[in-house]
């Protein structure tokens, strides 16, 4: 809490402080006299008088002001000080004076994100976290732990830059270079056509690595065979396992890699493990089992080593089922490793799900081969319809169900810090930044106009201080990135054609450019009663937003 008011003090009191610095900088430039530059609105808790101008901090934070002399038309100037006023400069020089706070958001949006480059951004790292099994990464020969460093002979720094090379290339063959452990590999892979939702919350069909993500799953142990070496020996489904003779085991795939490093015949090994007895409890003692090596066939599971232990990835197991669900009347139960779909093995949670999806949309019954205690079992069941509200668009997606949670855990990705230390690069990526922020936020908010995005994804005061606090929370450059983002969409809602808004004022200088005379004192005071019911309208819906998303979570 104490956080996010502090981040946000400092986020909107810095936003705030430079948007009216641009006012008063282009004021003070032309010669236009600045009476009051003031923090906040509402009742001064500060105030001091320096030359012309009084600065103030007022008590409501959420805005801010510069009163030039002569910007009220309904205020005299004085005959001495008529050349200083607002109202008498030239056209350009008005348009300028208003126009230079939006201007203010976005230079300041470019510098924040060149210091951003310059001290480094944390990104996701290009080490591949999961490879899906017979999915055409794995078919093509990539792993999990594998790094990728060159796609087509182009370096590439983090996740988003794998993405982001890829995306145009669909139906394409490219060349990837990998770093496995110490050494250096070329594997060709054709690019899929993968369908994912943009940032918009549409569907799109675009170029893509089917079957890797950067999210390692954990060491998270799955045994459903009472009969097997690690039931014997003590493990159970759910437990993480640590160590293997006292080698670190971070990653599922350690568990394989780590058995092969050392298998031989009938060796006894020690392995470490800790058990959770509720999702609760963080902190648990680690223990260890005892346990012989027997003896490796010529042919080994496709899910490695570990299968002769009895030991299968977890996300293949029931680790909880809904209450009066598919699968729960169906006789699924807690425990159970789902071996195949119809007839065909299954090796992942998606592919459980994709089947799922298939079957109920054919209106079909989903036919599961479990194993349970050993032996295996033959399950129909119907997915049941459901309906789930898109969190971007607000519209109703039919989704199909049996209701069981796997034991799937997965690790927070590999991190690497993205530098750019040469002055042309780094102003070039800030400014490319920059402007593709903004392009985003345009088109967001075109969608948002039509519809095509749900006007519940505003938010105002209070998820501000919610991101700000949660920016703050993880460091100067996250915060720093979160700074610069409010600072675009500040550039771009003061630039709105609404009265009251320095967009408003810009459209009615524009209007007597074309008109050759200013817009009448009238129709400003219907407008600007239009624009405040208006910013009133939406302070409202973004409260009201505000307050749902704390009911709801």
Not at 532 to 538: A, C, D, R, S, T
Request: aromatic share 8%; proline share 5%; with cysteine.
């Amino acid at each position: 809490m104490l956080t996010s008011i502090i981040g946000v003090v400092i986020l909107l009191g810095g936003l705030i402080f430079f948007h009216e610095l641009g006012h008063y900088t282009v004021a003070k430039l032309f010669g236009v006299k600045v009476e009051v530059f003031s923090l906040g609105f509402g009742k001064k808790i500060f105030s001091r008088q320096m030359g012309e101008t009084q600065y103030c901090l007022s008590i409501i934070p959420f805005g801010g002001y510069v009163k030039l002399m002569g910007d009220d038309p309904y205020k005299g100037v004085p005959a001495s000080e008529a050349e200083r006023a607002f109202c008498t400069q030239q056209l350009y020089k008005r348009f300028c004076i208003v126009a230079a706070g939006p201007t203010a958001n976005l230079l300041l949006a470019y510098v924040l994100f060149t210091v951003v480059f310059f001290a480094g951004q944390p990104m996701v790292a290009t080490r591949i976290g999961n490879v899906a099994i017979h999915s055409p990464s794995w078919e093509a020969g990539l792993r999990a732990k594998d790094n990728i460093i060159e796609i087509n002979g182009k370096k590439i720094s983090h996740w988003i830059e794998i993405e982001d090379t890829l995306r145009p290339l669909a139906g394409q063959k490219v060349e990837l270079k990998l770093e496995r452990g110490s050494q250096e590999l070329r594997v060709p892979i054709e690019v899929s056509k993968v369908h994912l939702k943009n940032a918009y919350g549409e569907d799109e069909e675009t170029g893509g690595i089917k079957g890797i993500t950067p999210n390692p799953s954990e060491p998270v142990a799955g045994i459903s065979d009472p009969n097997s070496v690690a039931y014997i020996a003590g493990l159970r489904t759910g437990d993480t396992i640590t160590k293997i003779e006292n080698k670190p085991i971070l990653v599922f795939e350690d568990i394989a890699d780590t058995l092969s490093s050392i298998w031989a015949d009938n060796k006894p090994i020690v392995i470490s493990y800790k058990r959770k007895p509720n999702l609760e409890i963080k902190e648990v003692p680690e223990q260890t089992v005892s346990l012989n090596l027997p003896k490796q066939p010529k042919v080994v599971s496709v899910f490695g080593v570990a299968t002769l232990l009895g030991i299968y990835p977890s996300e293949l197991f029931v680790r909880q089922l809904s209450a009066g669900s598919p699968a729960e009347k169906g006789g699924l139960k807690v425990g159970d490793r789902i071996e195949k779909l119809g007839d065909v093995t299954v090796y992942n949670f998606e592919g459980i799900v994709d089947y799922i999806q298939s079957q109920g949309g054919q209106g079909q019954d989903a036919k599961l081969t479990i194993e349970r205690d050993g032996k295996l079992v033959i399950l129909n069941l119907k997915p049941s319809e459901t309906s789930q509200e898109d969190p971007i668009s607000g519209k109703k997606i039919k989704k199909y169900m049996i209701g069981l949670s796997p034991w799937a855990i997965y690790h927070e990705p590999d991190y690497t810090v993205f530098k750019i230390r040469e002055p042309i690069a780094l102003v070039k990526h800030a400014f490319h930044e920059t402007n593709e922020l903004a392009r985003k936020m345009v088109i967001s908010l075109v969608k948002l106009a039509t519809g095509k995005i749900s006007a519940k994804n505003l938010g105002g005061p209070v998820l501000i201080a919610s991101v700000a606090g949660k920016s703050l929370d993880a460091g100067i450059i996250p915060f720093l990135q979160m700074m610069a983002l409010i600072s675009i969409n500040l550039f771009l809602l003061n630039l709105f054609p609404i009265p009251v808004l320095d967009g408003g004022h810009l459209l009615f200088f524009i209007l007597e450019a074309i008109k050759g005379k200013p817009v009448s004192i009238r129709t400003m005071e219907v407008a600007n009663q239009i624009g405040m019911v208006f910013i009133l309208m939406l302070v409202g819906l973004t409260l009201f937003n505000d307050v749902t998303r704390i009911i709801l979570h």
